[in-house]
């Protein structure tokens, strides 16, 4: 018994010594976002088609350890935005105004979806570059 327990106190041994391996890097590298995008709308009627509104910051975090200035929004004013469905499907290209905003407005139809009916679901993806960073924002639109 003794016998045994030494041999199973080994291989545990063994196991703990040769299981831990060091990571150099992550398998994807993961880049903070350049602007800050906020989407409005997600429920719509089967008649009205879809109509998200966006909008696109850069934020100064300049002034994030002074408790009076804080984070500042700044809108990002000509910006390329383009709209995909099914990842690689692209439906739109739209470009920010002065006030860093978009309006997105397409029937169902040109989404993919022939007969709209309660409860179906699109996933929409706006991408851009800004600062030669890429950013992808998701957003789901649903028939009411």
Sequence with gaps: MKNLLNKIAFLGLVV???????AVELA?????S???VVLEGNEFEASTGVAVAGSFYELDKSGILDRTAGIDSIPVSGLEIT????Q???VS????DAQGKIMFENPWTSLGVATPSSGTQIR?????TYNDIA???YHNVRVK
């Design 28 to 32: 994807t590298p993961n880049v903070a």
């Design 83 to 86: 709209v995909f469905i099914n």
């Design 93 to 96: 290209t739209l470009t920010t």
């Design 16 to 22: 703990s010594a040769f299981s831990c391996v060091d």
């Design 34 to 36: 350049p602007v800050l």
């Design 88 to 90: 690689t499907e692209e």
């Design 124 to 128: 929409l993806e706006f991408a851009g």
């Design 135 to 137: 950013f992808r924002q």
